[in-house]
């Protein structure tokens, strides 16, 4: 079975860690079939839109989306680009290796991080030159979790 991953780059670092993770990712015995998408800081410049329609097609129908780091732009491509995907947490484990010098050698931790709520949905309006107001949202049901 083929898997579809969008990868979109993105801009700064997100340029060289892509290729990189999409290497890996070819050497993985598994079937991927890779989707080039753009979205950042240099397609706003040329197109005027930070995530086009075409990348939020690409990655709605990918089966995951691959995407390295956002600049300026960021707010326009990473909160609509969790939603598209359906992305509710960012999972980011933490471990040390046997063989390999760590300040604490019997790491393992997974840190979960809700990205849909509070400042993570993005309702955001400027009231006056220079001054931003920022609503915060919190559902009952993530609240009593």
Do not use: C, W
């Amino acid at each position: 079975m083929t898997h579809e991953i969008a990868v979109v780059p993105g801009d700064g670092i997100g340029q060289e860690v892509t290729p990189a993770a999409v290497e890996v990712l070819r050497a993985v015995d598994a079937d991927f079939d890779f989707v080039e998408a753009d979205a950042g800081d240099a397609v706003k410049a040329e197109t005027g839109e930070a995530l086009p329609a075409e990348t939020r097609e690409v990655a709605a129908e990918a089966d995951a989306t691959l995407f390295g780091a956002a600049g300026e732009t960021a707010a326009a491509v990473i909160l609509p680009l969790r939603e598209i995907v359906g992305s509710f947490a960012n999972v980011r484990p933490a471990r040390s290796y046997p063989g390999l010098e760590a300040v604490q050698p019997d790491t393992d931790l997974v840190f979960i991080r809700e990205n849909t709520e509070g400042v993570y949905s993005g309702i955001e309006s400027e009231i006056a030159d220079g001054v931003t107001t920022l609503t915060r949202v919190i559902t009952e049901e993530a609240a009593r979790e």
